[in-house]
Structures are given as structure tokens and as C-alpha cells.
């Protein structure tokens, strides 16, 4: 069937919607600009939540906190609806292949698991990979059904998520309930203690680190019924439709949401949990639409740096937030350069600048990996993972088929 005359095609060969890589690249940076200040706290996790307490009372203290408002929560919501975009994605695939669904997938979502446990006990306390890996796998038997099933999770996810979060503010603001402040072991974890004790660290507060992970789930539902939702509305197609769609995600985001989201980041410690996982995903939305409009309005046919970069560093996304959280580890941790305690005075200029140099790095070498591999390296690893029972048990179709 021929396509619309309002509609151009700037998928690229392979199928990938170059705003939807570059958007997914703008998520792992900004993910990366909260997360930075997590390492770069000599009291790492510990420090950072008691932080949260903190009201600014210098220049510095007031540029940190202008930073993270402007990443806190949204890239993670940011990504999350991402992910609903890929599933989705990946079951039109597998409609068009004529393949059986969920199927195979729930193996991958089981290898994202496996990767996501691996990455929070060896890396980093906060790994978003786990509860992707677990909201992956109702919503993959979701996308199956109707669309007013659909909405009935998404309105009952996200009422669940609201009346938690609604209980916790309220807990917040009564006294009932405090951000965790750090004890005397967690004041030396990370400046002096090695890379074993924080990964024995991470097993016996696994209960307390993944609390997180029952807040994402809900909210993750949610945010990936979302991404399926605009993918099948045409939110992302270079058409007049997908272009009022995108409007309005820009004007409820941006024009609403993050407007609210600054007055609650000003409100004090107490409105904490709304701060980060209430509003900001409405921000998110804002951002998905303009980064997609962007590209389809001031993108010309020779993409320059900036664009391959962030085009790259969203295909290679797993590898990019994996690999720069290794990094920060081994740059700000005793047991690496040990950073977050010899320039904690230079805050928040010195991790301003590491969080420069590292998002440079990776865009770089996500641009040099890909022009000789078709993935990301974990995500190699991954798609091996994913394949091997297909190839095991054509193995052994073959060797019976040769007896």
C-alpha cells in the first residue's frame, strides 16, 4: 500500500527509528547525570539519600541541586518508556514473522534478570535492569490484549503507585517516616572500603537497596503500557498525526508537569517521593516529544556529531549504563581512584566535569563499536544468551535427523 503524502519514511534500513535511538541515548546520559552524584558522594548511596535532607547553603550546594532537579526521575521515566516502545516493537515483529508470543521472549526477560542482579550486586546499588526485567514480563502477555484491558492496568498500576507514594509523603510529612541517613560502617564503604566489601555490603542491605524495585514496578507497568500505547497511536511517525500527538505530550509535560515538578523540588525533604516518582515521569513525556520532533525538524541527512553520538549511545544503551557506572565506580571508590574523597571539596564542579568527559567518552566509543558490530558488546553477550537454546536444540534435531 502506498504511504500518505503527509508521511515520510525516516526509518533507517535496518528498521530502527533514528528518535527513538537518539531519545534512548538522552535517557542513558541523563540517567547517568543522577546517578554521578550518587558515586561522587564520599558516602555513595548512604550520602546521597541524606543529601536529600539538605537545604543548599552555598553556590555550589545551589548548583548541585539545580542539576538534579533537572535529572532527577526523568531520565529513569524517560528509559522506562523506552523499553515499553521496544517490547512493543519487538512483538510486531513477531507478529510479522509469524511467531508465537510471548515465547522466547520471557527468556530474554529472564537473561535482563540475570544481568540486572549481576550489575547490582558487582556495580551499583540503584540497577534499574531487575525491575525492567520483572515488569517485562506481564506486560509482554499484556500487549496481546485489548486496549481497554490495557487502560484497566494502567489506571489500577498507577493508582496503586499513587496511593504508595500519596501514603509515604504523607508518612514524610507527619515524621512517621525519614530518608535513611548513613551509620559509622557506611561512612567508610566507599571511600576505603574494596570492591568485596561492597559487593558483601550490597547482599546483606539487599532488602533495603531493592525497596526501589516494589516503588518501579507499578510505575513501570504504567510507563510501559505508555510506550506501547504511542507506539500504536503513531506517536512516532513522521506524519501530521504523530506530530499532534507529540504536541501534546510537549504541552503536558513541559507546560505542566515540569513546572510542578520545580515547585515540589523547593518544597523540602518531605515531598521527596512525589519529587522524584510522581511528576517527573509526566516530564518525560515532554522530553520523548520534543526529542523525536527535533530529529524529524532540524535533523538534515548528514548527521553530526552530537546526532551519531547520541544515535549510538542509544543503540548500544545496556552497554553505555552498564559500562558508565563501572566507570564512575573505579574513578570516585576507594577501591579505584578513589575520587569522591580527595576532591569532595571541588563539589559540584569537579563531577560537572567527570560527568563531561565520560558522556564524550562513551559517545565515542559507542560511535567506533558500532561501525564494525551490529550491537552493543552486552548486548552481543545477550543476543548469543538469547539464542543459544535455538541453536542447542537445532544441534540436536540435527544429530537425530543424522542417526
Keep these: ?29 541523563g540517567t547517568l547525570g543522577t546517578n554521578i552524584w550518587i558515586f561522587a558522594d564520599p558516602q555513595g548511596a548512604f550520602g546521597w539519600l541524606a543529601a536529600s535532607t539538605r537545604s543548599p547553603d552555598s553556590a555550589g550546594d545551589v548548583v548541585e541541586a539545580a542539576l538534579l532537579f533537572l535529572t532527577n526521575g526523568k531520565f529513569l521515566a524517560l528509559l522506562s518508556i523506552m523499553f ?15 511467531q508465537r508470543w510471548p515465547g522466547r521472549y520471557l527468556w530474554r526477560s529472564a537473561l535482563l534478570l540475570v544481568e540486572g542482579t549481576l550489575h547490582y550486586l558487582l556495580i551499583f ?14 506486560v509482554a502477555f499484556l500487549v496481546t490484549r485489548s486496549q481497554r484491558v490495557r487502560r484497566w492496568w494502567m489506571i489500577g498500576a498507577g493508582a496503586l503507585h499513587v496511593g504508595v507514594i500519596g501514603l509515604g509523603t504523607l508518612a514524610m510529612h507527619t515524621g512517621n517516616m525519614r530518608l535513611s541517613t548513613p ?15 561492597q559487593v558483601l ?20 507497568t504504567v510507563l510501559f503500557l505508555a510506550g506501547v500505547a504511542l507506539t500504536r497511536a503513531g506517536a512516532f511517525a513522521d506524519s501530521e498525526r504523530g506530530a499532534t500527538l507529540r504536541s ?14 520545580l515547585l515540589t523540588s523547593v518544597s523540602g525533604p518531605e515531598w521527596f517521593l512525589v519529587d522524584r516518582y510522581v511528576l517527573p515521569p509526566v516530564v518525560a513525556f515532554g522530553l520523548l516529544g520534543a ?26 544503551a545496556m552497554s553505555c549504563y552498564v559500562f558508565q557506572n563501572l566507570v564512575c565506580g573505579a574513578l570516585c571508590y576507594g577501591w ?45 553477550v545477550l543476543h548469543w544468551a538469547y539464542l543459544a537454546p535455538r541453536r542447542s536444540a537445532d544441534r540436536r534435531g540435527a544429530g537425530s535427523g543424522e542417526r
Design 84 to 98: 515499553g516502545v521496544g517490547l512493543e516493537l519487538q512483538y510486531q515483529s513477531a507478529r510479522r514473522r509469524r
Design 183 to 197: 551509620g559509622a560502617a557506611a561512612t567508610t564503604l566507599y571511600t576505603e572500603g574494596s570492591w568485596a566489601e
Design 201 to 220: 555490603a550490597r547482599l546483606t542491605a539487599f532488602g533495603a537497596f531493592r525497596t526501589e524495585v516494589l516503588i518501579l514496578i507499578p510505575l513501570g
Design 1 to 29: 500500500m502506498e504511504r500518505p503524502p503527509h508521511t515520510r519514511d525516516r526509518t533507517p534500513a535496518g528498521g530502527r527509528i533514528e528518535g527513538l535511538d537518539i531519545a534512548r541515548g538522552v535517557a542513558i546520559l
Design 125 to 138: 546499588e540503584f540497577d534499574v535492569l531487575m525491575g525492567y526485567a520483572l515488569v517485562s514480563v506481564h
Design 291 to 316: 526529542v523525536v520532533t527535533l530529529t524529524y525538524r532540524w535533523c538534515g541527512p548528514e548527521p553530526g556529531a552530537l546526532r551519531r553520538g547520541l544515535t549510538a549511545t542509544g543503540r548500544a
Design 248 to 261: 501534546r505530550m510537549i504541552g503536558y509535560g513541559l507546560g505542566i508537569g515540569l513546572p510542578l515538578n
Design 336 to 380: 579505584g581512584l578513589g575520587l569522591a574523597a580527595s576532591l569532595s571539596d571541588a563539589r559540584p564542579w569537579w563531577v560537572i566535569v567527570a560527568w563531561a568527559a565520560i558522556v564524550a567518552l562513551f559517545m565515542t566509543l559507542s560511535v567506533w563499536w558500532l561501525r564494525r558490530f551490529s550491537r552493543g558488546p552486552l548486548e552481543l
